[in-house]
């Protein structure tokens, strides 16, 4: 007597947990040979071992749904996966089921199961097997997904409530969902969030979370089934979310400690099992344990830091002073911002700035950065051209602040005839005025101030002459 189950998962696979009832998500088939080579006690004997592997499950969308296919000389499917969605149903239709006799035509059967059960195809799909005769052990290896040491059974038929546990945790192992998790994990808060299992029914859940007991072990962020953590000493807090609820925001946690939080479903109308998860805080941040700038100007900068922890931090003390030794300014802010403008700063300036958080406990913590102010960059006030007889202008401009490292004159004829011959000069800082000769008409003339760093914005004229000359020259 053989019996083959084909076993289609739709969760994250978890290590199997210690209970069953609302642990797990997918579809599992049962091929159990009843052809005329079985007799009627075995037959009974298996259809009562389903029985007991399954009465444990939670059936339906969402949970796990069962099929039957009976193997004879036409196999069968007794019911498929939307057949039965509660145990008294599925029980049922398990006592009632009749043998077909016949031959054993396993190869039709699977056929069936794979074209008319788990459409598209069998991708994704586990398979396990129990033989309670004289199998070939070798064949059978090779039928099974891997390791063969937990899927395949050889049992006698009057032993196999031996395996029903090992078989059942089997299953479980390929189907577990993942029903709860832990998500946005920081210093002090946490997110619990759980696939609702109380939809359409009245109740609550309940949510208890607290510290690991001292030895207490558990990785971050899994999940898994088990009691309710103990509560001794008044280190479990306690919540309570309505039913319609799939997140609870678990506050009030210490930096950098394992806590295991459990969730328990409550309702009148169908019994759950405990939920439960382990995760480990972020170690706590000191701020400020970042600071930037930002907006640079030529008397301003933008200070930044971070992280704000207005739970913790009373305000931030801001000292600045130009390098090497300048005189020192300080500021004090909020703890809820997060940055702050200095103002009247000097310009082309190199500034020590150092961010002081001040925690209520009295503790403080400091950080320091070099931030740099923008060069002044005067714009010309001013440009004048005046002709001088046909061919000649006088150029003059002004200029706002000193700082400059001379100016760049550049003229070019406009009309099509001259168009692209540029001409191009340099004048010291001192200079004010210069005069251009021979040149085009309709002369487009530039003069642009050089900065220690980089030539600036310059400003342009048009010199207008009554003159074909195409000759023209610089005169300073």
């Known amino acids: 007597m053989l019996l083959c189950l084909l076993l289609r998962p739709s969760a994250t696979q978890n290590p199997a947990p210690e209970g069953v009832l609302n642990c797990c998500e997918g579809d599992v088939l049962f091929l159990l040979d009843s052809s005329g080579s079985v007799s009627s006690y075995e037959y009974s004997r298996m259809l009562t071992f389903l029985s007991e592997l399954v009465l444990p499950f939670s059936l339906g969308e969402d949970q796990v749904r069962i099929g039957l296919l009976q193997v004879g000389t036409k196999p069968s499917l007794e019911f498929g996966f939307d057949t039965h969605n509660t145990q008294s149903s599925l029980q049922g239709a398990l006592r009632n089921t009749k043998a077909l006799r016949g031959d054993t035509n396993t190869v039709e059967a699977l056929r069936i199961a794979k074209e008319r059960v788990l459409t598209p195809g069998e991708e994704g799909v586990a398979v396990l097997v129990v033989s309670t005769g004289h199998g070939n052990y070798q064949v059978l290896r090779r039928v099974v997904t891997p390791p063969a040491d937990n899927h395949l059974y050889f049992v006698d038929i009057d032993d196999m409530s031996i395996i029903t546990e090992d078989l059942r945790n089997a299953i479980i192992e390929i189907i577990r969902a993942e029903r709860i998790n832990v998500r946005d994990v920081s210093t002090n808060s946490a997110t619990l969030q759980w696939r609702p299992v109380l939809?359409?029914?009245?109740?609550?859940?309940?949510?208890?979370?607290?510290?690991?007991?001292?030895?207490?072990?558990?990785?971050?962020?899994?999940?898994?089934?088990?009691?309710?953590?103990?509560?001794?000493?008044?280190?479990?807090?306690?919540?309570?979310?309505?039913?319609?609820?799939?997140?609870?925001?678990?506050?009030?946690?210490?930096?950098d400690t394992m806590y295991t939080a459990t969730l328990t479903p409550e309702s009148n109308e169908q019994s759950f099992n405990a939920l439960s998860v382990t995760f480990r805080t972020k170690p706590e941040v000191m701020s400020p344990a970042v600071v930037s700038t930002s907006q640079s100007g030529e008397t301003s900068v933008r200070v930044s830091w971070g992280p704000l922890?207005?739970?913790?931090v009373t305000s931030y003390y801001i000292e600045y002073s130009a390098l090497p030794r300048g005189e020192l300014h300080t500021t004090t802010v909020a703890r809820t911002k997060n940055s702050t403008l200095l103002r009247d700063l000097q310009p082309d300036t190199t500034y020590l700035v150092t961010v002081t958080a001040r925690y209520a406990s009295g503790m403080e913590k400091a950080m320091s950065v070099k931030v740099c102010t923008q060069e002044v960059t005067p714009a010309l006030a001013d440009l004048q051209l005046t002709t001088v007889g046909s061919d000649s202008v006088q150029v003059d401009w002004k200029v706002s602040a000193a700082s400059l490292r001379g100016y760049w004159l550049t003229w070019e004829g406009q009309q099509s005839s001259v168009a692209g011959q540029r001409s191009s000069a340099y004048l010291p800082p001192d200079s004010l005025s210069t005069r251009l000769t021979n040149l085009p008409p309709s002369t487009r003339v530039c003069v642009s101030p050089i900065y220690r760093t980089a030539r600036g914005e310059g400003l342009c004229c048009t010199a207008q002459f009554h003159s074909d000359a195409l000759a023209y020259g610089y005169q300073s």
């Open 199 to 255: 939809s359409g029914l009245t109740g609550f859940y309940e949510v208890r979370f607290g510290p690991l007991p001292t030895g207490g072990t558990g990785g971050g962020g899994g999940g898994g089934t088990g009691t309710s953590p103990s509560t001794s000493g008044g280190q479990y807090q306690r919540l309570i979310q309505s039913a319609d609820s799939s997140t609870a925001r678990l506050t009030g946690l210490k930096p």
């Open 309 to 312: 922890q207005p739970e913790t």
